[in-house]
């Protein structure tokens, strides 16, 4: 027989139960704004203006009624996302739907590790080859070697590093006139690319591998608390759901807060100054440099590495769940790699395939890792000059216009001039 669940402890304090609460909605939120994040919406930014600022404003609701659905999920059934889609759908479906998510994630590592090592490459002058290996291997060991609440505290203090985007918004001075105009009332560029860089805004701000991150952590949140088995966990309180809600719209908040300022950020210094076909967060932070100074450059490039770090753990975190759960095999960061083994391995696999990935798309000549998550987010190939390696007549890979879809050939848009 079950033992009754009691609710946690609440203090009478209504700002201190409201910074307590927050943990995996916080975490999952500033996870979605990673660095291959960051570089669709800084072109959505340079190319459009402030044009495209009111999707902050759209996908809120929808980024916070699925990930609110699937933190209900983990709360209630005590299991991850995968774990209760195991009872309720064929089998087959599962297995696609795993492997779907850890090739998309691959890739999404390979981009996120891209970003981060060319960021670091512009504040030290090291080669972005060298940090590669590094960041994973420090993602790798932090997330294998250390206990789940160290693990937990490092993600939710990390996601401070998020506010240098909103900073480097602020130092770049926009007209805050336009951007509450663009803000308030939607509208559309009549452009070719407007639409699918609307696509790809969509497609990054609500991710599958978010859903299946946000259901884990919640279980794990619960085994820290002593609940180690299903039927301990099952079940949620009056309490435990409304802190919930608090968490998860808070940190979808913030997230789309943190977009904001970064479309805003590149509306007010690149499209303003007219550069409006950059490919990666590097030409961003580098054409952000001469136009807004040298904080905001500094800022923006440490966002980078920041919130990579913080988004790296998840993406392998939430393939490795999904994959371990499918399988029914012992799973979570609290427990030794001797125990979890399987786990781990997908874990670190995911982290390094990554990093061969990107490695292997460096030298071959591409400006960045392809965007894919939870289906592919496509990268758009963008015909033009390459001024780092001459006219060879191969396809630039530009992040900013990507889809949801399946995995398939770039959407080739318009040239650019």
Known sequence: MNEPRTADKHSHNPLVRYFRALGPGLVTGAADDDPSGVTTYAVAGATFGTAMLWTALVTLPLMAAIQLTCARIGLVSGRGLAGAMRHH?????????????????????????????????????????????????????????????????????????LFAYILSAILARPSWPAALRDTLLPRLPSDARALPTLVGILGTTISPY????????????ERAKGRRTVAARRGATEHELRDARRDVFTGMAFSNVVMYFIILATAATLFRAGH????????????????????????????????????????????SFAVAELFAWPSGLDLKPTQAWRFYTILGGAIVAGAVLRQIEARNGFAGARRATGGSRRATALPGRDERRGDRGAPRLCRGATSDGGFGGPFRGPPSN
């Not at 891209?114 to 940090?131: C, K, N, Y």
């Not at 859903?211 to 279980?219: G, K, L, M, T």
């Open 276 to 319: 409006t076909n950059i490919e990666t967060s590097r030409e961003a932070a580098e054409a952000l440099r001469p136009l807004a100074g040298d904080g905001a450059y500094v800022l923006f490039a440490l966002g980078l590495v920041g919130t990579g770090l913080l988004a790296i753990p998840v993406l392998a975190g939430s393939a």
């Open 89 to 161: 759908y064929p089998r087959w479906f599962l297995y696609a739907a795993c492997l779907l998510l850890l090739v998309a994630n691959i890739f999404n590592i390979a981009a996120d590790l891209a970003g981060m090592a060319d960021a670091a490459e512009m504040l030290t002058g090291l080669t972005a080859g060298v940090w590669v290996p590094v960041f994973g291997a420090v993602v790798i060991v932090a997330t294998v070697y250390t206990t789940y609440a160290t693990f937990a505290a490092w993600l939710k203090w990390l996601t401070a590093v």
């Open 210 to 221: 978010l859903f299946f991150w946000q259901a884990s952590q919640e279980v794990e949140e």
